[in-house]
């Protein structure tokens, strides 16, 4: 889930040995429960190989199909794979998107397929501010 807090805060936490992050829930759009479906049949499209980041801010509901108003989408920049879990992650570099507010964010496929969307609080990027986004897939209580 995305890091937003202002500088100080941040310095402070990390002077702590502490990592700053907001986490939440979010939503499993219908085409990525499609998608979990379409796999375990083996009839999958692709993996999940993007993140796209927007300043849209309207509530998030299953018949999404992209993101409100997207800014641009990146291919995570890392992969993780644990048992029972898979962690996606992506570091948007601190001099890219200055002066952008950041409100949502969505996995995709290389079709271009939304697997998930989130809204979150604004965030607004300076040219010294990174924004990590991470999705991670646990389904080991399921």
């Not at 889930?1 to 829930?25: F, N, W």
């Not at 999958?44 to 989408?73: F, H, I, M, R």
């Not at 609080?121 to 501010?129: D, L, R, S, V």
């Amino acid at each position: 889930m995305p890091v937003g807090i202002d500088d100080a805060e941040c310095y402070r936490l990390i002077e702590q040995g502490l990592k700053p992050t907001v986490s939440m829930h979010n939503l499993l759009t219908t085409v990525g429960k499609n998608l979990v479906r379409d796999m375990l049949r083996g009839l999958a499209s692709g993996p999940l190989t993007q993140v796209g980041y927007g300043t849209g801010t309207t509530a998030p509901t299953v018949n999404d199909t992209a993101l409100e108003t997207e800014v641009a989408k990146s291919d995570w920049t890392s992969t993780v794979i644990a048992p029972a879990s898979i962690t996606f992650a992506y570091l948007m570099p601190a001099g890219s998107y200055a002066g952008t507010v950041f409100t949502e964010a969505g996995t995709f496929t290389a079709a271009d397929e939304m697997f998930n969307r989130f809204v979150h609080t604004a965030i607004t990027k300076t040219t010294a501010k990174q924004i990590f986004y991470q999705l991670v897939i646990d389904i080991s209580e399921v």
